[in-house]
């Protein structure tokens, strides 16, 4: 079974996110979306938060898993038996940024491939930090948003 992981921040999980995830599904069996829990970064959305709106997105998808990781995504992958890596790519920026994240991972484990999956036109200029300013001060943020992703809470 060819197990992709997703991982991300997701904070939140914009229409960018939901479409590499369903591109994911036509090229693998199962994808992982993988909500890092990372200390030093401060995110606008708790974990518990960010979680229940992504599999909200996939409730009717069994071949997604969501799941929140810590530490190196390398290392998750070999405990959810992930053997690709799987990120959007929108600009030339992301490339870069990515290419050397996966270069490294290529090093610590070579039995893991990185997979990029090109965002379409229409998501390239989607991004969670510029959804969490239209959050911030009142712009609409809805059509860059999923329909699971309701910003009913109160951003922590
Ligand atoms: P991270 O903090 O790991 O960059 P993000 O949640 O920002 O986490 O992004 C997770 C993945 O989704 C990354 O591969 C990123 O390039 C990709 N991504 C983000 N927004 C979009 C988008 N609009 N279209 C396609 N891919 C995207």
């Known amino acids: 079974m060819r197990i992709a992981l997703f991982p991300g921040t997701f904070d939140p999980f914009t229409n960018g996110h ?16 993988a909500v890092g829990e990372n200390a030093s970064k401060k995110t ?22 969501v799941t929140q990781y810590s530490g190196l995504t390398i290392q998750f992958c070999n405990e959810v038996n992930a053997t690709f890596i ?28 990185s997979v990029f999956v090109l965002s379409e036109q229409k998501y390239t ?19 860059y948003l999923p329909k699971a992703v309701t910003i009913d809470v109160k951003p922590v």
């Open 44 to 65: 606008m959305f708790d974990l518990e938060t960010r979680m229940k709106w992504i599999s909200k997105c996939f409730e009717n998808e069994p071949r997604v898993k």
């Open 125 to 143: 200029a989607v991004s969670s930090t510029v959804i969490r300013d239209l959050i911030l001060h009142g712009g609409n943020y809805a059509p």
């Open 86 to 113: 799987l990120r959007g790519l929108r600009t030339i920026g992301d490339f870069e940024y990515e290419k050397q994240i996966a270069m490294v991972n290529a090093d610590l484990d070579p039995s893991v491939q």
């Open 18 to 33: 939901l479409d590499i995830v369903e591109k994911g599904l036509g090229l693998f069996d199962q994808v992982v979306v």
